[in-house]
């Protein structure tokens, strides 16, 4: 009796992946967000600032740049040059399918501190393949393509088997361009987020007038002081959420004085309820 072998069933292909290739001279500037998956981008040209969490950097051309769903990063266009690169957005789902028990793909995006080491830069020759080996994959989405899933599952295997072998035999080397006051900010919100914040005691701490410090971190960041502690507030809820935590533990913990509001907030920032959100965890975990 011949034996078979149950396979993931990795489709509907396009709902897992998304990628593009660009090139524009308008600009692209956007403020700090989040992917619902993880994200690989390639630079090949322009004169840009990448920010990711507390860092930012101006990459070369040939910077390879991963970034998973809890990373907050944006890109600021600093003139109307050629501004060039490949994107492709991935869920983890779909990565960890592609895996194997003795290899896991998702490594260059998780194993490593949050917010940092997440850049290298090509040699001419890893360029070349990445280049190649991402015109495979987008030949999958052509209407004369044979066997499309077939053809993307492979080369989405092989381009994460290459960004994995990059970011393990090179080193992440970059300088960070982000003002100390504005990374300051930052980890203060983070590490008193269950105590009132406002913006008068963020100048007083850092010596700076608080429209200065206001305008420089919208500047930097695209958002404003009340909506990025809004959304770190939201994304630690979501993370105690995860853990087990009930909703009122949940909102009290984050730094909600007020059920009604963090209710209310998180369903217009996640889409879902506290309570809604959490019942969809307990399908997945």
Do not use: W
Request: net charge positive.
């Amino acid at each position: 009796m011949s034996t078979s072998t149950i396979i993931p069933n990795l489709e509907p292909y396009k709902n897992e992946i998304s990628f593009f290739h660009k090139k524009t001279t308008y600009n692209a500037s956007y403020a700090y967000h989040r992917h619902n998956g993880c994200e690989i981008y390639l630079f090949l040209s322009g004169n840009i600032r990448l920010y990711i969490e507390q860092t930012s950097f101006i990459p070369a051309p040939g910077s390879l740049v991963v970034i998973n769903e809890n990373e907050m990063h944006r890109i600021q266009t600093l003139d109307n040059s050629a501004y060039e690169r490949i994107v492709i957005s991935i869920k983890r789902q779909y990565i960890d399918e592609l895996s194997t028990n003795g290899i896991s793909l998702s490594e260059c995006f998780y194993r490593r501190p949050h917010g940092a080491q997440n850049l290298r830069v090509l040699s001419p020759e890893a360029l070349n393949e990445f280049i190649t080996l991402y015109e495979g994959l987008s030949s999958s989405d052509s209407p004369n393509c044979f066997g499309p899933s077939i053809v993307q599952n492979a080369y989405a295997s092989l381009l994460l088997l290459f960004v994995n072998r990059q970011f393990k035999a090179t080193p992440s080397l970059y300088k960070n361009t982000m003002p100390a006051y504005i990374t300051g900010t930052m980890q203060y919100i983070e590490t008193h987020l269950d105590e009132p914040i406002c913006l008068s005691v963020l100048a007083k701490r850092f010596s700076i007038s608080e429209g200065y410090l206001s305008s420089q971190f919208k500047h930097h960041t695209g958002l404003t002081l009340r909506s990025y502690l809004l959304d770190r507030k939201i994304n630690c809820a979501k993370k105690l959420l995860q853990q087990g935590a009930s909703v009122t533990d949940a909102c009290y913990l984050s730094g909600f004085n007020d059920y009604s509001n963090f209710i209310r907030s998180f369903k217009q920032e996640v889409g879902l309820s506290p309570g809604k959100y959490r019942k969809e965890l307990k399908k997945y975990y």
